[in-house]
């Protein structure tokens, strides 16, 4: 099978929500790559002629989707003229462009437009907890099992991110550019703060904790609390009901910090959990250091620099980091 069939079996898998989230990753990356463009076209249009032919009618929701393309996607208006793509496939039918506008304003995966493209949304779903540092500096610690989508930049007038599951949140304050949590109809709205958000698939509550500072929840845009520290927010999803309480925020959020407490685990030990929390590189300059003993808590929202230059300075050791972002931990055995 050549290239292009592979493609467009990957596109067809990915329309009918089959992919795994590697391929989800590969399939954005190949469409991102302006080299692509003509391939990406063919893989489109073959799958626009075999949606033409079926009989779903899609008229009745073009309206809809040009109101997500100017809310989301920022088309260039020369793309778009009336319902017609006329720089991508010139006279082709408003049912085939409505189509591919529909697959556009859903999946917001298509970035053809060299001058105005789509900023890629990231995904974080893994089955241990992660750190990220957000691309305006905002930290979030990801439960295990939880999933965190957010773009690889914040154009526009907010900073928004989409949360299935749990994560503690640690904004980076910014008056002009609110943060937003989507959390199904349930939004979180700071300038900037720290709190916690349990929002599983298929849970009856969601809940909203606040550390520091202040938030707003809001449900189909009505608020239903402003929250400070200490207090939390449980909505009830089946009966549309709101309780607020007041709790120990920092009893909330023990776990993010429940695999950061070492207790004489070897170096080599806490160095591979970190690693992957925090999908760092790092290495040991000499394999002596790796057996020794290393006493260390951490809360959990450190940065990795943080992380091992406390780990470093518990084993009087020392450590560098390479221009391509790799730390190295250098120092003596335990015995030396």
């Known amino acids: 099978?050549?290239?292009?069939?592979?493609?467009?079996?990957?596109?067809?898998?990915?329309?009918?929500?089959?992919?795994?989230?590697?391929?989800?990753?590969?399939?954005?990356?190949?469409?991102?790559?302006?080299?692509?463009?003509?391939?990406?076209?063919?893989?489109?249009?073959?799958?626009?002629?075999?949606?033409?032919?079926?009989?779903?009618?899609?008229?009745?929701?073009?309206?809809?989707?040009?109101?997500?393309?100017?809310?989301?996607?920022?088309?260039?208006?020369?793309?778009?003229?009336?319902?017609?793509l006329v720089s991508l496939f010139g006279k082709k039918s408003l049912r085939i462009a409505a189509i591919f506008i529909l697959f556009l304003s859903g999946t917001a995966v298509f970035y053809f437009y060299r001058n105005d493209k789509v900023n890629?949304?990231?995904?974080?779903?893994?089955?241990?907890?992660?750190?990220?540092?957000?691309?305006?500096?905002?930290?979030?610690?990801?439960?295990?099992n939880s999933k965190l989508e957010y773009p690889s930049t914040f154009?526009?007038?907010?900073?928004?991110?989409?949360?299935?599951?749990?994560?503690?949140?640690?904004?980076?304050?910014?008056?002009?550019?609110?943060?937003?949590?989507?959390?199904?109809?349930?939004?979180?709205?700071?300038?900037?703060?720290?709190?916690?958000?349990?929002?599983?698939?298929?849970?009856?509550?969601?809940?909203?904790?606040?550390?520091?500072?202040?938030?707003?929840?809001?449900?189909?845009?009505?608020?239903?609390?402003?929250?400070?520290?200490?207090?939390?927010?449980?909505?009830?999803?089946?009966?549309s009901d709101a309780q607020n309480k007041t709790v120990v925020a920092q009893e909330i959020i023990k776990w993010t910090n429940s695999d950061m407490d070492f207790e004489d685990v070897p170096f080599e030990t806490i160095v591979e959990q970190i690693s992957k929390r925090y999908q760092a590189d790092i290495s040991f300059a000499n394999n002596e250091i790796k057996r020794c003993p290393v006493h260390a808590t951490f809360s959990g929202t450190e940065t990795i620099e943080e992380i091992i230059t406390k780990l470093c300075l518990a084993r009087n050791a020392t450590y560098k980091k390479t221009d391509d972002g790799k730390f190295i931990i250098e120092g003596k055995g335990c015995s030396e």
């Open 155 to 239: 154009n526009g007038k907010t900073r928004e991110v989409t949360l299935t599951g749990e994560a503690y949140f640690d904004i980076k304050h910014d008056d002009n550019k609110p943060f937003i949590i989507h959390t199904g109809k349930l939004t979180t709205t700071v300038l900037g703060t720290a709190f916690n958000i349990q929002a599983y698939s298929g849970a009856a509550n969601i809940i909203v904790t606040v550390t520091r500072g202040k938030v707003r929840v809001e449900y189909n845009h009505k608020v239903l609390a402003v929250l400070t520290p200490d207090n939390q927010l449980v909505y009830d999803l089946p009966k």
């Open 120 to 144: 890629q949304i990231q995904t974080e779903s893994l089955a241990y907890t992660k750190y990220l540092l957000l691309p305006d500096g905002s930290k979030v610690i990801v439960h295990n």
């Open 1 to 84: 099978m050549d290239k292009l069939n592979n493609h467009t079996e990957l596109f067809t898998r990915y329309i009918n929500n089959q992919c795994s989230p590697q391929e989800v990753a590969y399939l954005l990356a190949y469409f991102n790559e302006e080299s692509n463009e003509a391939a990406v076209r063919n893989i489109i249009l073959r799958q626009l002629e075999q949606l033409a032919e079926s009989e779903i009618e899609i008229e009745p929701y073009l309206q809809a989707a040009f109101a997500a393309i100017d809310s989301h996607i920022q088309v260039s208006k020369k793309t778009i003229q009336k319902g017609i």
